[in-house]
């Protein structure tokens, strides 16, 4: 046992023991309900970018790529110090790459089938929001100013920047209609959402 418990904490098995310890715990907290399986996707969650994407890990959650990783690298650490023992600095970091290495593949290979469970999340775009009635939130609206809530299809709100050619009376409150984009100012074109009936003559 002693020996056991001297290869998970001499070199190279200790670098990934307590960063074992932690994805144990998270799993747990995960099946316990306590966490969503997104809760480490800090680096480009399952879209394929980040560090994670650049090394071929992308497509699946980055908590699900670094449990593996460090799960595989730990194992190939602890049973090959285990088994060689510390016989020489130079056998330990060849056994770090080489587990390293084998976690990568191993993280890899898994990643490829999970993909098709994780699709990649369309990221909202400005075109989006066309079409759509926003609520002035500014005093007035005109060809220089003006600021509007709109709501995405997913139910979060954003503030944009809205112009309107002139024409129209838009204060705070009221709700209009966004038409088009200007990409070089960066805003929005929009008139009421209800045009004014002056009535016949």
Same mark, same amino acid.
């Given at each position: 046992?002693?020996?056991?418990?001297?290869?998970?904490?001499?070199?190279?098995?200790?670098? *990934?023991?307590?960063?074992?310890?932690?994805?144990?715990?998270?799993?747990?907290?995960? +099946?316990?309900?306590? #966490?969503?399986?997104?809760?480490?996707?800090?680096?480009?969650?399952?879209?394929?970018?980040?560090? #994670?994407?650049?090394?071929?890990?992308?497509?699946?959650?980055?908590?699900? %790529?670094?449990?593996?990783? +460090?799960?595989?690298?730990?194992?190939?650490?602890?049973?090959? %110090?285990?088994?060689?023992?510390?016989?020489?600095?130079?056998?330990?970091?060849?056994?770090?790459?080489?587990?390293?290495?084998?976690?990568?593949?191993?993280?890899?290979?898994?990643?490829?089938?999970?993909?098709? *469970?994780?699709?990649?999340?369309?990221?909202?775009?400005?075109?989006?929001?066309?079409?759509?009635?926003?609520?002035?939130?500014?005093?007035?609206?005109?060809?220089?100013?003006?600021?509007?809530?709109?709501?995405?299809?997913?139910?979060?709100?954003? #503030?944009?920047?809205?112009?309107?050619?002139?024409?129209?009376?838009?204060?705070?409150?009221?709700?209009?209609?966004?038409?088009?984009?200007?990409?070089?100012?960066?805003?929005?074109?929009?008139?009421?959402?209800?045009?004014?009936?002056?009535?016949?003559?």
């Amino acid at each position: 046992m002693g020996g056991l418990l001297g290869a998970a904490l001499g070199f190279p098995a200790v670098i *990934f023991t307590f960063a074992l310890v932690v994805v144990v715990g998270y799993w747990v907290l995960v +099946i316990l309900g306590g #966490l969503g399986i997104d809760a480490l996707d800090g680096d480009g969650g399952a879209d394929g970018t980040g560090a #994670l994407g650049a090394i071929g890990l992308g497509g699946v959650p980055a908590s699900v %790529s670094l449990s593996v990783l +460090i799960a595989v690298a730990w194992f190939g650490t602890f049973v090959g %110090s285990a088994v060689l023992g510390n016989d020489g600095f130079l056998i330990d970091v060849g056994l770090l790459t080489g587990a390293v290495v084998v976690a990568w593949l191993a993280a890899r290979l898994l990643a490829l089938p999970l993909r098709r *469970f994780f699709p990649d999340e369309k990221l909202p775009s400005r075109s989006d929001f066309l079409g759509q009635v926003c609520v002035i939130r500014t005093g007035r609206v005109d060809a220089k100013f003006g600021q509007a809530e709109v709501t995405a299809d997913d139910g979060s709100s954003a #503030l944009v920047q809205v112009r309107q050619t002139g024409e129209y009376d838009l204060r705070a409150g009221e709700t209009a209609l966004i038409y088009d984009y200007d990409s070089d100012g960066e805003y929005f074109f929009v008139m009421p959402s209800t045009l004014p009936n002056h009535g016949a003559r």
